[in-house]
């Protein structure tokens, strides 16, 4: 039995929605690989860690962002200090 336009058109919305939720998520994914990296360099190399804490306070403006990065912003900080 042929598919009719409406099922067609289904077929590849459903088809678009998982090929963009396979975007998203190999994106996200390497958001995750490259943070782990800058936040590992930052804790070994100071301008590094100075860039990302000068970065984080001038860029990130939500208050729950900022929220969820003040702990690690602050051991940064104090890593810098000793």
């Known amino acids: 039995m042929a598919l ?7 077929q590849k919305e459903a088809e678009l929605a998982r090929l963009r939720n396979k975007s998203r998520a190999l994106e996200n994914g390497q958001k995750i690989i490259l943070g782990g ?7 070994r190399n100071p301008k ?11 860029t990130v403006k939500r208050g729950v962002d900022l929220k969820r990065l003040a702990p690690l912003l602050d051991e940064l900080a104090a890593l ?3």
Request: hydrophobic letters at 50%; proline letters at 0%; charged letters at 30%.
């Open 37 to 43: 990296m800058v936040l590992a360099e930052a804790k």
């Open 4 to 10: 009719t336009i409406d099922q067609k058109i289904a």
């Open 48 to 58: 590094i860690r100075q860039w990302l804490v000068d970065t984080a306070k001038a």
């Open 80 to 82: 810098g200090e000793s």
